[in-house]
Each structure stands twice: as C-alpha cells, then as structure tokens.
Nanobody, 126 residues
Framework: QVQLVESGGGLVQAGGSLRLSCAAS???????????LGWFRQAPGWERTPVAV????????YYGDSVKGRFTISRDNAKNTVFLQMNNLKPEDTAVYYC????????????????WGQGTQVTVSS
C-alpha cells in the first residue's frame, strides 16, 4: 500500500502564499525515481483537475494553465516528499488540494492517478 499525507493548507488572503507538502510511503517507493507525483484540486461543484505534476527524476513538469507562473512543484526523493509552492494566490484557487502518485502522462492528460492523499483545504479570501 501507498500512503500520502498532505500538509500546509489553510486560509490566506489574496496575493499571499502557501506551501503544501506531501509525504509518501509504501513499497512503491522502493525506486522513487520511477514514480511521478502530482497535485490536484477540487472546488465544490467542480471536477478534480490536475494542478501540477512532476516526473520521477524531477526533470519534467506540467502545470495547469490557471497556475502557470504562480505555482511551482518540486520533490525531494531522499525524503519521498513533493511540494507545491503557491504564490500570488487568488480566490479562485480555493479548493481541496490532493497529492497523488501515478503515471506522469495519465495524471496530466486524463487526471488519473494510482493513489491519492486525503486532501488539504486551501481557502483564499478576497
């Protein structure tokens, strides 16, 4: 089994910043360089969509159009952790943010992942 535990969500004013972290554990991470990690978000009444995805080695990244230039995904393979630095936050970024593990292509194109975290709430006030 794979466990993903997110942290770092909260309430912030528009224009502010937050940094999400996700610690991963489980047998899948015996070779962590082969595993892509991603962040998704879901607002009430909307589908869950990919926000950012990073390949196993960290050499390839994907960002959703609405967050390009504001969010940065990174990973620390030694600690099996993925981060999402969110700057210049907007009220429309308000959502539950989920960490995920899976195929880089599947996560960025069809939003499918093999494992999901429990989610962390991000609320941006205007």
């Amino acid at each position: 089994q794979v466990q993903l535990v997110e942290s770092g969500g909260g309430l912030v004013q528009a224009g502010g910043s937050l940094r999400l972290s996700c610690a991963a554990s489980g047998r899948t991470f015996s070779d962590v360089n082969d595993v892509a990690l991603g962040w998704f978000r879901q607002a009430p009444g909307w589908e869950r969509t990919p926000v950012a995805v990073i390949s196993g080695s960290g050499g390839n990244t994907y960002y959703g159009d609405s967050v390009k230039g504001r969010f940065t995904i990174s990973r620390d393979n030694a600690k099996n952790t993925v981060f999402l630095q969110m700057n210049n936050l907007k009220p429309e970024d308000t959502a539950v943010y989920y960490c995920a593990v899976g195929s880089f292509t599947a996560m960025k194109t069809i939003g499918r992942a093999d494992y999901w975290g429990q989610g962390t709430q991000v609320t941006v006030s205007s």
